[in-house]
């Protein structure tokens, strides 16, 4: 993966990084029964009202199934291609299974058109393939983590991110998240071998106002140029700083722990993650 830098022509050339497809995307085209239409809320409720701001055009786009739970245990899947997904930073792989199912997976990093994947309990530990945090080597690194058996993967999904099972403690995993924080999860959860790819996208740049507006997202205004009626750090005669930064509902925008120090998974946090 690389990326690709443009001659400053125009002020929005001139800052653009974008990502090369060609040699990393195979297909242009998903899979059509694995595409859904995504509604956009524009930021409104049920009730039309607007509860989210800044939110609102875009372009369309379809949520793409991605098989996060890798139930299909000791049945052969095919990488059919790698394809872009318009929702998440990382790239999917199209996974045909010899039952004749079809699923999309987060594609790892060295995952290539006509390898093999697998997921099971005593499968190998090689890049691509599904199996228990008891069935993988201390020091392994690895993504798309469940916090709990058969809930599918919800940690470690993003574009060039991992973890590293560290060590095993009874029941427990003991795994150092890309956060910094080391954590302890059930040796019975399952994860998935190798690093998220398109590592690059860290690399992207914008270059543009436009290209926010074509993701959804809407020019955002400042507290310190509100009013005081809109904003803690709104007002004042000339350009104040607007006293400590504050949310818009008062609450401390820097250095406030926001997480409640009561919350049950606490006891399974050894370490928290690096400021």
């Not at 701001?53 to 875009?58: A, I, Q």
């Amino acid at each position: 993966m690389a990326v690709r830098k443009f001659k400053p022509t125009t002020p929005g050339q001139r800052h653009k990084v974008i990502g090369v497809f060609k040699g990393t995307i195979t297909a242009t085209t998903p899979e059509k029964s694995l595409t859904v239409g995504k509604r956009s809320t524009g930021g409104r409720n049920s009730s039309g009202h607007l509860s989210t701001r800044y939110r609102g055009g875009g372009h369309k786009r379809k949520l793409r199934l991605i098989d996060f739970k890798r139930q299909n245990d000791g049945v052969p899947a095919t990488v059919k291609s790698i394809e872009y997904d318009p929702n998440r930073s990382a790239r999917l792989a199209l996974l045909y299974y010899q039952d004749g199912s079809k699923a999309y997976m987060i594609a790892p990093n060295g995952l290539e058109v006509g390898q093999t994947v697998v997921s099971g309990n005593d499968v190998a530990p090689e890049v691509g393939n599904c199996l228990p945090l008891s069935a993988i080597p201390v020091g392994t690194l690895i993504h798309c983590i469940e916090l709990r058996p058969g809930q599918g993967a919800s940690m470690a999904r993003s574009a060039g991110t991992f973890a590293q099972l560290t060590s095993r403690e009874g029941d427990y995993a003991i795994i150092k998240l890309p956060s910094g924080e080391t954590r302890k999860v059930l040796l019975t959860c399952r994860a998935t071998v190798g690093v998220v790819g398109n590592s690059d996208h860290a690399l992207e740049q914008s270059g543009k106002a436009g290209r926010s507006r074509w993701q959804g997202r809407r020019p955002h205004n400042r507290g310190v140029v509100m009013n005081p009626v809109d904003h803690p750090m709104g007002g004042g005669e000339g350009r104040q700083s607007g006293g400590h930064p504050r949310s818009r509902t008062g609450l401390y925008a820097k250095g406030l722990k926001t997480r409640s120090p009561k919350k049950h998974s606490s006891k399974y946090i050894i370490e928290r993650r690096k400021k």
